[in-house]
């Protein structure tokens, strides 16, 4: 039997302040949702009113600020606020200790995690950590990988793999039968046979001609079909499309009710079996920062449109000033005060951060905002971290869902950040530019004749870059390029 005992153990741990974890918040959203958070605030804190357009002030490069400095809670006033805003609104040694607590955690952070010397293994682990975006199965993919556990002729996986090359996005076959076989040289029996045997392959619904075969594939697959669903659709589509039930239900000498049943089951189907693997590329995008070329000078903008200008409240001051007020009505309004300061300095904070990044990545990147991507250089979050003098995972947050509007178009922040090769003259080649040129020798290449990975390698090594098969493979599956023989088109 164990005994139980009470003993005191002391211990070290890091606690995050309200403020803090705050401040981390809204370094890290994306512009629309700092908008609504800002948003938010107003209305939970009386003590912060929203500023219009014309009473921002201006600072001397032509940017819009949030007047939110100190000296809003020491300006002077008609009112007799001036003694009470020196001695109570003074929070300059808060703000200094919220300040050193941020300074202390990420130096904890750094002393706990990072003091040890690693291998390059780890720091591209690392990097991977902080930049990698999770790229999901394409459509073909899925589907090659259910031809590979097939027990198929050499012949018949051919054809698999060419009626796969030509599914469109929605997962139907482009051209006929007959097209298909002309085009990849094999026997139309043997395309036929893999048409068939395609159509049962996941997701249901998948190698059709149109819609009207992929539902009722999707029904015949069915462990108990509907034959009236299928006899719908075969010889009343068009009386479906406008939902002419009583029509229908008159034709085929059913109840109205039936009818209704089965065209909740045809509801069920997938229109569009192929579009789930789909990218989903319906986002709004709001660059935080513009970058654009003055002259000689390149220029940085911050985007402020979207940010709710604030002030703390006049009005609150003032009730303050005036006195009457109990001690827990003093108290509640001193608080808010603190916590819309709190709030306006880490919006500020965030902007200067975003401004300094991209300052910094102009000096890093600075060809390719002049030639493109073609001229990108590798850059790591340690490489800016170190300039700014703050822990990488600050550079992570701060880039974090945020978009630079370049004369090149509008990118991710990590788009920017990127390992890389040196290439044979001592160059030093982003992964990100040899992506770009892996896709442009792809576009360029004969369509009847694709050229292998291994032939990349050869191609890229005339240019002075030493890169391996797989890696090759590795960057063209990322970009979604399909291998070599799910390439071929012939003529």
């Not at 005191?8 to 981390?24: E, I, N």
């Not at 949702?33 to 357009?53: F, G, K, M, V």
């Not at 996005?169 to 097209?179: A, H, K, P, Q, W």
């Amino acid at each position: 039997m164990c005994a139980q005992s009470l003993q005191q153990v002391q211990k070290q741990s890091l606690t995050m302040a309200p403020q803090m974890r705050q401040s981390l918040k809204i370094l890290q959203v994306n512009a629309l949702d700092l908008r609504n958070t800002i948003l938010e605030e107003l209305q939970a804190n009386p003590a912060l009113e929203e500023l219009s357009n014309e009473a921002t002030s201006i600072d001397e490069t032509g940017n819009n600020l949030i007047e939110s400095t100190p000296d809003n809670l020491n300006e002077s006033s008609s009112e007799p606020t001036a003694d009470l805003q020196t001695k109570e609104l003074n929070f300059d040694g808060e703000f200094e200790a919220f300040a050193q607590i941020n300074e202390e955690w990420n130096d904890d952070y750094s002393d706990r995690n990072f003091k040890n010397s690693y291998t390059s293994d780890d720091a591209e682990r690392r990097q991977h950590f902080f930049e990698s975006i999770t790229i999901e199965t394409s459509l073909q993919e899925h589907l090659v990988n259910q031809i590979e556990l097939s027990d198929v002729s050499d012949e018949m996986l051919e054809a698999l793999n060419f009626l796969v090359g030509s599914l469109n996005d929605n997962g139907f076959l482009v051209g006929t039968l007959e097209e298909i076989a002309e085009s990849s040289k094999l026997p139309l029996a043997t395309i036929q046979e893999a048409h068939i045997m395609l159509k049962t392959f996941e997701p249901r619904g998948i190698g059709c001609f149109g819609l009207k075969e992929c539902l009722i594939t999707q029904l015949e697959l069915k462990k108990n079909p509907c034959p009236l669903a299928v006899e719908i659709i075969l010889n009343h589509y068009d009386l479906l499309l406008r939902r002419r039930i009583p029509e229908i239900a008159k034709n085929l000498d059913v109840s109205i009710d039936k009818v209704e049943e089965t065209i909740e089951v045809i509801s069920t189907l997938d229109p569009a079996p192929g579009r789930q693997f789909s990218e989903d590329n319906n986002r709004v995008v709001l660059p935080d920062v513009k970058v654009e070329k003055d002259g000689d000078n390149w220029i940085v903008i911050l985007n402020n449109d979207y940010i709710p200008r604030l002030r703390i409240s006049n009005t609150y001051k003032n009730m303050i000033a005036k006195g009457g007020l109990s001690n827990n009505e003093k108290n509640y309004i001193l608080k808010k005060f603190r916590d819309g300061k709190f709030l306006i300095s880490a919006i500020e904070q965030r902007q200067q951060t975003i401004e300094r990044i991209t300052r910094i990545l102009l000096d890093f990147q600075k060809d390719f905002f002049e030639n493109g991507v073609k001229k990108m250089h590798p850059l790591t979050m340690n490489q800016v971290a170190n300039v700014l003098e703050v822990h990488e995972t600050t550079v992570s947050r701060a880039i974090a869902n945020k978009y630079i509007d370049t004369p090149h178009g509008v990118f991710e922040f990590k788009y920017f950040f990127t390992q890389g090769f040196v290439s044979e003259d001592g160059e030093a080649v982003s992964n990100t530019s040899i992506k770009s040129q892996i896709a442009k020798i792809i576009e360029d290449e004969n369509p009847a004749k694709p050229l292998s990975d291994n032939a990349i390698v050869n191609i890229l090594a005339e240019k002075d870059i030493k890169i391996a098969r797989r890696t090759i493979a590795k960057y063209r599956e990322m970009m979604g390029i399909l291998p070599t023989n799910l390439r071929r088109r012939y003529n």
